[in-house]
């Protein structure tokens, strides 16, 4: 999973801060080191905590639902019918704080590169409007970010069979043998196809 973490936070923040920087700030050029690389640091902060609440969500959440997961992979449903739920919670909670940082911003707290530009002598309008880029572009950052991760973790979980990998999910320290986690699936499938079988010939024996 590092290169989903890598592509997620450095993609998502390398291209909104190119395009925040060029067509927002005005930056000439746009990757002018006294202004990019403190706006990149601050993208790559908060880009970096939504990403990781993202991804730990969808893997706690597929480990404690993983019953409801496999039966619905049991009854034909493809793997993003069966991950959708869960990826939804898990981009819902990842943007909390980054919606919630947002709804406060110059009303409750003011943020430092606001509160910096005021005191070394900058006008508080043009202060305010940087502050107030700088916030969209962290949101836009983080929102990209954990689309990207959510649904790439989602997928690695649950391949293309569609097959619940739980070896995956497990820390390798702990993980036991690929037999014994697929056996309960391989029963719980059985035991399914046993169940509409029986059904379908009471059915057809009335």
Do not use: H
Not at 109 to 136: C, E, H, K, T
């Amino acid at each position: 999973m590092f290169w989903i973490t890598f592509t997620a936070i450095f993609g998502s923040a390398i291209s909104v801060g190119l395009v925040g920087s060029m067509f927002a700030m005005n930056f000439d050029p746009p990757y002018s080191a006294s202004k990019f690389i403190p706006t990149m640091g601050m993208l790559f902060g908060n880009t970096m905590v939504g990403v990781s609440l993202g991804m730990d969500s969808v893997l706690v959440s597929v480990d404690t639902r993983r019953d409801l997961v496999e039966s619905m992979l049991c009854y034909g449903a493809s793997r993003w019918e069966a991950v959708w739920p869960i990826a939804v919670d898990a981009a819902r909670t990842a943007m909390v704080p980054s919606i919630t940082s947002m709804g406060i911003t110059g009303l409750i707290s003011i943020p430092g590169m606001m509160s910096g530009q005021i005191l070394g002598g900058a006008d508080v309008m043009d202060a305010a409007r940087y502050q107030q880029v700088i916030v969209f572009m962290i949101s836009a950052s983080v929102a990209l970010g954990v689309v990207f991760s959510v649904i790439a973790v989602s997928f690695l979980v649950i391949d293309s069979q569609p097959q619940l990998r739980s070896e995956r999910i497990i820390n390798k320290a702990t993980q036991p043998s690929v037999k014994s986690m697929r056996t309960p699936m391989a029963r719980s499938c059985s035991s399914i196809v046993r169940l509409k079988a029986w059904k379908s010939a009471s059915v057809d024996s009335r």
